[in-house]
DNA sequence: GAGGGGTTTGGGAACGTTCTTAAGAACGTT
DNA sequence: AACGTTCTTAAGAACGTTCCCAAACCCCTC
């Protein structure tokens, strides 16, 4: 009913009786008579003022927009991220644009590019895969950028990133400390950042702790999702008869305790699952899922709090933040439930 | 390395030797001969240049942004529908700026007040509570907003619903034909627009079907979560012994399994358990759940459509969009694995 | 009462773009 | 050769805001 006209510090101003700058200056918090005040703040609310987003940046060249890119909306790690950043970001006054950008490096390309439009204040981006023309986009922005993941040692990105290799090394340790000595390793495509990651987690682990590293029992999934999870942990079992097995991320440890259950297996009697990331599909799942934490939460949280101080204070020195992983014990590996 | 210096059309117009308004002549596909284009090209490439978002909004009105508003990103059927609808959304054009507005309703009401600032050309809101200040607030908007849920009859505004009734209907008739008598149903908040909408569904096809509505069957838990859920289901065990169980999302579904898990009972053996929204936490669970799908990600797309083409027509007639549920029959009501 | 300091207000440019309007060039027609 | 038509290009206003700077005013002091 009260239909809203669209009003401006112009007719403001006329409605009041005084000149835009002092509207301005009013609604900004300047300096002003009380008279003065009482009559803007009078005229603004009775027209419904709002001021015109795009103008404001136009004049001050800030957008009050961050843009968070991620790979997958639906992936449930980049889902607790973008819970944590929503929160953090809408508190320090900023919007919120999301960018799904797939796996593609040219979409992410893209996407960097296209932030020199000035939409935003800055860019929030975890990268599935890196190149070299990433990076350099990346680095050529006006704009500053923090990378959720890991960069190779010489760019200096504001960087948050995970410790897969140690994570890995917790779940090898807490498998062995119960005698699993055959420990299978259901890893997502290795091009990708975190594929690679874990893969040489797992390598290592498994050489730390003298068990054998049977090829048999490393099996790739063509994506980080559950139906890849499936397909891999089948072929895995067909090929091997592992007595614990790492998922390299929660979908695709789920995909392989459905798995185990259709074959009859018994977790985690005869097999142990562990997860990473530690997301909700964790706890949901039955039994529930011994899963290392990578800090998804806490890195979101870092690289969020990292780009506004770097937004509003473009000298600092870049960081490198790494975040610790922990174990979230549960059924899958003889936990509580 | 190769810094990108911030560059507008009075450089590139500098740089070509020509007019400003030939430059975003050429630009925006405008007639010019060949000899400018290529002129303009040149230049425009070298410079590296990109448009500046906002400049073109206040010259335009046009900022290529669509707005969604969800009450929790955390939410598998809001995770769903922002995935559908990032895709819709891109394709088309648009960025997408996603708003976490919790279930308080002066949270929704200051969002779409704010709208009036300009920074996005419509709203898709998906509001969990809805008051007469809201819809208020929703009518006297500048800006098109589609709702995705249920409005009182006499609004006028473009609208996507589930049919729960119905959906509910469909997993009730599902039971009863399993011999079913006892049938729960584990809701959430009845103060909230699905919960309401679950309750009274419910209520009907417990009638509709003969059977005995005993107080003792309905529980509410405080949020539609999982922590929420098994409380409540807890609650429910300690007080009848229902045959099945209908929880009033997924979430609450899972979170009924897992009681009941720890309790000893059988699924779908004892009880049977019906989840509602169909999302990927329905084929994750063990056993996978059976689950009414009432549309969520074809709801997200049909509103999306919807809000695309009033941006470019504003003036087509109001849209009610009823899109109906299916029911998904998985192992927790002894479908196939 | 004139000058000076301080405070309050207003004028107007600038941000980068698009688009209307008009000027100029090229060309054909009578 | 004069005139009209069409095509190409340029000039400049406008979108709504902020902020620099100058004008106007008040009060105090000498």
Redesign the pocket.
């Known amino acids: 009913m009260a239909e809203t006209p669209?009003?401006?510090?112009?007719?403001?101003?006329a409605k009041a009786?005084?000149?835009?700058?002092?509207?301005?200056?009013?609604?900004?918090g300047?300096?002003?008579?009380p008279?003065?005040?009482r009559k803007v703040r009078e005229a603004a609310a009775e027209l419904g003022?709002?001021?015109?987003a795009?103008?404001?940046t136009?004049?001050?060249?800030r957008t009050d927009q961050i843009t968070l890119a991620v790979a997958d909306v639906g992936n449930p790690v980049y889902v607790q991220m973008m819970r944590t950043v929503t929160g953090i970001v809408a508190k320090a006054g900023y919007r919120l644009v999301v960018s799904s950008t797939g796996s593609d490096p040219q979409a992410q390309i893209d996407l960097v590019t296209s932030l020199n439009r000035g939409y935003a204040d800055g860019l929030l981006m975890s990268p599935l895969r890196i190149t070299e023309d990433l990076i350099e986009a990346m680095r050529s922005s006006r704009l500053p950028i923090v990378v959720i993941g890991t960069l190779p040692a010489d760019v200096a990105l504001d960087n948050v990133r995970a410790d897969s290799a140690t994570g890995i090394g917790l779940a090898v340790e807490h498998l062995v400390a119960q005698g699993r000595r055959r420990i299978a390793l259901v890893n997502g495509p290795v091009d990708t950042v975190p594929g690679s990651a874990r893969l040489a987690g797992y390598l290592a682990a498994v050489e730390r702790f003298g068990l054998a590293t049977s090829s048999e029992l490393q099996v790739t999934a063509t994506a980080f999702t559950y139906r890849a999870g499936r397909k891999a942990t089948a072929a895995l079992l067909g090929q091997a008869s592992p007595d614990a097995i790492i998922g390299a991320n929660d979908l695709l440890a789920v995909a392989a305790l459905k798995e185990l259950a259709a074959a009859g297996t018994r977790v985690p009697e005869d097999v142990a699952v562990v997860g990473m990331d530690d997301t909700d599909a964790a706890e949901l799942a039955t039994p529930s899922l011994t899963s290392v934490d990578l800090g998804s939460a806490k890195r979101a949280k870092a690289a969020a709090k990292l780009l506004i101080r770097r937004i509003q204070e473009p000298g600092a020195p870049v960081s490198r933040i790494v975040i610790p992983p922990a174990l979230s014990v549960r059924e899958s590996t003889g936990g509580p439930a």
Chains 1, 2 share one sequence.
Do not use: D, I
Not at 6 to 13: D, E, F
Not at 30 to 33: E, H, L, R
Not at 49 to 52: F, G
């Open positions: 669209k009003s401006n510090l112009q007719l403001v101003a009786g005084v000149s835009v700058s002092s509207v301005s200056r009013v609604l900004n300047g300096s002003a008579s008279e003065l005040a003022y709002v001021p015109h795009s103008a404001r136009m004049r001050t060249g």
